[in-house]
């Protein structure tokens, strides 16, 4: 006979790993299936996020910029360093390293929290009277049945059409977490989020990196002062960024890959690298699932179809994070883990997308909430904008990284916050603040009566905030 469990949650990435939790901290018997092997075939919980995303990556980016710092930097602190060297592999074990710990702090939590962990694939069989019947591929085959179900699958990396990834010369930002050497020439096919982390991982190890973006525009999706302001401090860097580009035909032999491609001023241009990293998006994960034996309703993306809720076309069937609509990020996974996990208990959970903060962990790092300048502009909104450089911050002084500023954006009526964006040292750290603010609906005028650490990064926040009233007092 089949184990029943209240809760059944398909996939132990951020969004279901917490939602498997939430729903156990509020009674409910429940069960995780999730198929991430470790190098040893053992469990690996955690979703792309911890193996091949934004754990990995952030370990790699620590490390290589500890090494640019030494390399560059310290001998302004008077500090002098000889005979520096990089142990790639060194470096690789130890984002390994960080990798398994998330993974086992994972498993942890969930026998702590009594949470059933199925290693294996999940896929619906049927509907039965006390819910659905789910096929766990594993080590051993076996039936569970759930009364309700999460699908938590997460998003596969896209690959340009005709050129699959062999995770060798061309990598998707799985391959591209393994280079175990740094590359003399490397080449990436979109500047996005993944694009400018990798690039910046292996450049500041001493490769040539060209990222060719076939948007005319750099981070469009960013405020667009600030994208000027991140685009110049990584042309100083030495970053190439190409933009308006059309990618033609991509060969790969034994030297490396070789791509064609066609300039922002219609010129063919060709560009020969060790690797090549795409990074052209994600797409919804649903392969496997078997969402024909139950009706499961997707759209013309891949996506599964969910109401503002969270919830399927199909009664007791839930679905978050990337596999749903809304941004692919894995704090809004969580978010939706947590709202799902609450509503099937019986309570109110809420997620509000226009308060998930975004980040870019370059250096400098680049993060924002709420809306840009540009979305304003074109939803006719009246608003005020003020700006501070960190330039003129005595703690960005100090720690010798002055690039970059924080924007605040306010309603030129009633002075509520509905954008802050920052490129600089710790955004990724000074944005919560702003998020907190624009949840509870704070003006600009809140942020800058509150008293902030002196000297502190912070400081540039509040007079941001002052800046939007035009009384700056240390610019």
């Not at 699959?164 to 996005?192: H, V």
């Not at 007791?316 to 609509?325: H, Y």
């Not at 980040?359 to 809306?371: F, N």
Request: glycine share 12%; with cysteine.
């Amino acid at each position: 006979m089949s184990k029943q469990f209240d809760v059944i949650v398909i996939g132990g990435g951020p969004g279901g790993y917490i939602a498997a939790i939430r729903a156990a901290q509020l009674g409910k018997n429940v069960a995780c299936v999730d198929e991430w092997k470790n190098a040893k075939g053992g469990p690996a919980p955690g979703g792309t996020c911890t193996n091949v995303g934004c754990i990995p990556s952030k370990a790699l980016l620590q490390s290589s910029e500890h090494y640019e710092q030494a390399a560059h930097h310290f001998a302004d602190h008077g500090i002098t360093v000889k005979g520096l060297s990089m142990d790639v592999a060194k470096m690789v074990a130890r984002k390994d390293t960080v990798v398994k710990q998330n993974n086992d702090g994972i498993l942890y939590l969930f026998k702590k929290n009594k949470v059933s962990f199925f290693h294996g694939r999940a896929s619906f069989v049927k509907a039965v009277e006390s819910g659905y019947e789910i096929k766990v591929t594993g080590a051993a085959e076996e039936s569970i049945v759930g009364q309700q179900i999460i699908i938590a699958t997460g998003s596969n990396a896209r690959a340009l059409p005709g050129t699959p990834f062999d995770e060798e010369l061309i990598l998707s930002n799985d391959g591209a977490l393994r280079i175990d050497t740094a590359p003399k020439k490397l080449g990436l096919i979109g500047s996005g989020v993944i694009g400018l982390e990798m690039g910046s991982v292996w450049r500041r190890l001493g490769a040539e990196v060209t990222i060719l973006e076939g948007l005319p525009t750099f981070l469009g999706a960013v405020d667009e002062q600030i994208a000027k302001e991140a685009k110049k401090a990584f042309d100083k860097q030495g970053l190439k960024i190409e933009l308006g580009v059309t990618v033609g035909e991509i060969k790969t032999g034994k030297k490396g890959v070789s791509i064609a491609y066609t300039n922002a001023k219609g010129e063919a241009q060709s560009l020969d690298v060790d690797k090549l990293i795409v990074s052209i998006g994600r797409v919804p994960n649903t392969i496997g699932l078997n969402v024909e034996a139950v009706g499961l309703k997707l759209d013309e993306r891949g996506a599964i179809v969910v109401d503002g809720d969270c919830k399927t076309n199909l009664p007791g069937v839930w679905a978050v994070g990337d596999v749903v609509r809304g941004p692919m990020l894995a704090h809004k996974a969580e978010e939706e883990g947590v709202a799902v996990a609450e509503r099937i208990a019986g309570q109110h959970g809420h997620v509000n997308f226009n308060t998930i903060p975004w980040v870019i962990y370059t250096s400098p790092e680049i993060a924002w909430v709420g809306r840009t300048e540009q979305q304003l502009k074109a939803d006719g909104v009246a608003y005020k904008a003020g700006t501070f450089p960190f330039l003129a911050n005595g703690r960005a002084r100090a720690l010798g990284d002055t690039t970059g500023m924080v924007k605040m954006l306010a309603d030129a009526k009633t002075d509520e916050i509905l954008g802050v964006h920052i490129v600089g040292p710790m955004a990724s750290e000074l944005i919560a603040e702003c998020v907190v603010a624009m949840e509870f609906r704070a003006s600009a005028e809140d942020i800058a009566r509150i008293c902030h650490a002196h000297p502190s990064l912070s400081e540039s926040t509040k007079e941001a905030a002052l800046a939007v009233d035009k009384r700056t007092l240390n610019f």
